[in-house]
C-alpha cells in the first residue's frame, strides 16, 4: 500500500550495523563493476565503514581494519574533509525543502545563489553560468559551447563552416565521455580502444615542465604559434588542463604556456576552453591556476570540490557576451540539458563548499602544504628508480622509471597509514586542505614507503 502524503512518515536513518566486510566485498564481487576495473580478475578491495575529518576506516576480506589518512580527497574532491558541519547542515536543510526538481522552465534558490557565488569568484567576466552533472560532462558542454560559437559566427559573415576541430596538449586529460576522450592524449591516454570512434582533432607538444629554462618555452611557443596558424581555419578551438595536467600525468608546466595559448586564440578567434575540474578552487595555490597565470578563458570548466566531494556536480562558465554570440546562431539555444541539472541538494552543499573557500582559510593551508610536501619528498630523488619529484600548491608526484604495481603499492601505503592509488609510472598526493602537518609527515613517510616497496620488486 502506498502512502498519501498526509500519511506518510519520516523514514529515519537504519540503526542496523552494516554487515560484515568479508559479506560486503564478497556481494560487491557478484554484482558491481568498479572503474577501470576487471570483473575476472579484480584487485583487493578495502569496505569503508567510517570517515571524517581527513581519515577513512577501511577494512579488508579478512577483517582487518585500519583507519588511515586519505591521501587522494576521493580522487580530489574531498578539500574539506568528511563530514564536515557546514557541508552536512547545507545538505539536512535542503533535504528538508526538496531534493529535485527539472531545471527546464523552473529555477530554485539554491542554483541562483550558487551561480552567483560562482561568478563573483571567478575570473575576468566569466558571469554566465551552466551547471552540469560532472566533470566530462561540463567538457562535453564546452566543446558544444565552442561548436556552436563558431556556428554563430560563420553564419553572421555568410560563410561556410569549416571551424570544427580541436586542439589539446600532448598529455591532457579531459573525461571519459566521447567527446572528452577525443581531446584527451591519444598515445598516453587511456582511450586507445576507442580510437576509431572519437574524432581526430589536433594534439600541441606538451609545454616544458615548471622552471624550465625561458629558452625552452621560447621554442615551444613558437612551435604552437605555428602549428594554430597553419590550422586557424579548420580549429573551433582549444582545450588545455592550465599549469597542471591531472590524470595525464600529474605535469606541472610553465604558466607562460598558458599565457601563449590564450595570445594565439585571440588573435584567431579561437575558443579558449580551460579545463579546471582539477585544478580549481585552490588546489595549484591561486583560486583558479589561470587566474594564476593571469588569463582569461572564453570557457572555464570547473567540477570536483565544487561540492566539496559530497554530491556529483560541475559548472561550466563563460560570459555573458559569448552567450549571447551562441544563441544568436541557428539553433537559438545552447544544445545539451543534463536530466539533474542544477540540482538543490548538489546546489546547496556547493554553495556552503564555496562560502567555505570565499572565508579564505585554503590561502595558508595550500602553500604549508606545499612546503611540507616539498620537503618531505626531496630525498626521495637519490632513489635510484625515481626520475622525478613535482610539488605544485597541495599536489606531490613522485615518478618512477617503470609502471608501478598497484596492488604492492597501496598495500605498502595502507601498511604506514594512508590511502594511495598510484597509476602508471606515478605514486602521487591530493590531500584534503585541512591535513595538519603530522599527516603530511604520514603522507610523505607513506609514499617513500612505496618507492621502497618498487625498490625491492
Known sequence: MSLS?????????????PPPADDLIRRDRARLWHPYASTTAPGPLQAVTDAEGVRLTLTDEAGVSRRVIDGMSSWWCMI???????????????????????????????????AESLADLAPGDLDRVFLADSGSVTVEVALKM??????????????????????????????????????????????????????????????????????????????????????????????????LQGAGGMWSYDPEALRVL???????????????????FGRTGPLFASEGAGIVPDVLCVGKAMTGGYL?????LT????????????????????????????????????????????????PRIEQRLAAGLAHLTDSPI?????????????????????????????????????????VYTMPPYIVTDDDIATITAAIAAVVHAEEAR
Not at 553572421?156 to 589539446?168: C, K, P, Q, S
Open 5 to 17: 502524503p498526509t500519511t506518510a512518515t519520516a523514514v529515519r536513518p537504519s540503526t542496523c550495523p
Open 80 to 114: 574539506h574533509g568528511y563530514r564536515h558541519p557546514v557541508l552536512d547542515a547545507a545538505v539536512h536543510e535542503q533535504a528538508a525543502r526538496f531534493t529535485h526538481v527539472m531545471f527546464g522552465g523552473l529555477t530554485h534558490a539554491p542554483a541562483v545563489q550558487l
Open 146 to 243: 565552442a561548436r556552436q560559437y563558431q556556428i554563430s559566427r560563420t553564419q553572421a559573415v555568410g560563410g561556410r563552416l569549416t571551424r570544427t576541430r580541436f586542439a589539446a596538449l600532448e598529455g591532457g586529460y579531459h573525461g571519459d565521455t566521447l567527446g572528452a576522450m577525443s581531446v584527451c592524449d591519444p598515445v598516453t591516454g587511456m582511450h586507445a580502444a576507442f580510437a576509431d570512434s572519437l574524432p581526430r582533432e589536433l594534439f600541441l607538444p606538451r609545454p616544458p615542465r615548471l622552471g624550465a629554462a625561458p629558452e625552452a618555452v621560447a621554442v615551444w611557443a613558437d612551435r604552437v604559434r605555428t602549428v594554430l596558424h597553419d590550422h586557424r581555419d579548420v580549429l573551433a578551438g582549444v582545450i588545455c588542463e592550465p599549469v
Open 262 to 280: 590564450r595570445e594565439v586564440t585571440h588573435a584567431y578567434d579561437l575558443v579558449l576552453v580551460v579545463d579546471e575540474i582539477a585544478t580549481g
Open 312 to 316: 556529483t556536480q560541475a559548472a561550466v
Open 319 to 366: 560570459s555573458d557576451r559569448f552567450a549571447r554570440a551562441v544563441s544568436a546562431g541557428p539553433q537559438r539555444a545552447l544544445m545539451h540539458g543534463p536530466t539533474f541539472m542544477a540540482n538543490p541538494l548538489a546546489s546547496a552543499v556547493a554553495l556552503a563548499s564555496l562560502e567555505l573557500i570565499r572565508a579564505g582559510a585554503w590561502r595558508a593551508q595550500v
Open 386 to 426: 625515481v626520475t622525478d619529484v613535482r610539488v605544485l600548491g597541495a599536489t606531490a608526484a613522485v615518478e618512477l622509471d617503470h609502471p608501478v604495481d598497484p596492488w604492492i603499492a597501496a598495500r605498502a601505503a595502507l601498511d604506514a597509514g594512508v590511502w594511495l592509488r598510484p597509476f602508471g609510472r606515478l
